[in-house]
């Protein structure tokens, strides 16, 4: 198992870890700035690995905030040890999930609403509310608004290990993950309206749980997945 650290963005870090036998890679990522945040935890089995890569950055016990994109492994699933290193750090998340995350979140967790900014000191990072896009009826995605950066979730996953970031197209790949997997990505009309959504943002980087770091016409790589997912399934673009 390899874990790799990339400043992707200004203060912005993707931490990657990625082992043999694993059909796709498992992305982090660090904002550091006076109150830092970490956006997915990874899996507990993992969990000293991720921390050691915070570590290369910040100290981990300065964290104020954890969040993730929805109730996953991959995602969360070691929130309680990173909120057991960091005495003052908060969980953070949207309405639909509370109930399900503060069942297994040890601490209270900050709701944010759909469009809530949460500032960090330099960065703002805006909350948007995406039941089931990617996928899972309680995800959420962020928005580094000073960088243009969008955590996009599991939207432009590819299989294997990544380059840590791209100007390449990305669209091809991650439609033949959609394919591979049609179940795990549950397309309809919500799809065509959030995606036109987050279009609208003009993200300047594309920051995927599976996927590298995209510095192309991220707007249009947006526009060409929906167009395939729409086409995928069988809906109009």
């Given at each position: 198992m390899t874990t790799t650290v990339d400043e992707v963005a200004p203060d912005i870090f993707r931490i990657a870890t990625s082992a043999p036998g694993q059909p796709v890679t498992f992305i982090q990522f660090l904002i550091r700035d006076e109150s830092p945040l970490l956006y997915h935890t990874g899996f507990k089995a993992v969990f000293p690995d991720t921390l050691e890569a915070v570590r290369r950055v910040i100290d981990p016990a300065r964290l104020r905030y954890v969040s993730w994109s929805h109730l996953e492994g991959d995602e969360c699933g070691a929130v309680n040890q990173f909120l057991?290193?960091?005495?003052?750090?908060?969980?953070?998340?949207?309405?639909?999930g509370l109930q399900s995350a503060a069942d297994f979140v040890d601490r209270p967790i900050k709701v944010m609403a759909d469009e809530a900014v949460l500032d960090l000191g330099s960065k703002k990072l805006r909350f948007l509310v995406t039941p089931q896009v990617p996928h899972c009826w309680d995800a959420i995605m962020a928005f580094e608004e000073t960088t243009g950066t969008l955590f996009c979730s599991d939207l432009?996953?590819?299989?294997?290990?990544?380059?840590?970031?791209t100007d390449?197209?990305?669209?091809?790949?991650?439609?033949?993950?959609?394919?591979?997997?049609?179940?795990?990505?549950?397309?309809?009309?919500h799809t065509a309206v959030t995606l036109r959504r987050l279009e609208e943002l003009r993200p300047k980087v594309l920051a995927g749980h599976h996927s590298p770091a995209y510095l192309g016409d991220a707007a249009r790589a947006l526009r060409d997945l929906r167009a395939g997912m729409l086409d995928l399934g069988g809906l109009p673009a």
């Open positions: 057991a290193h960091a005495p003052a750090a908060e969980p953070v998340q949207g309405r639909l432009f996953a590819v299989s294997g290990e990544t380059p840590a970031v390449q197209d990305i669209v091809d790949q991650a439609m033949a993950q959609v394919r591979r997997s049609p179940d795990a990505f549950p397309i309809g009309r």
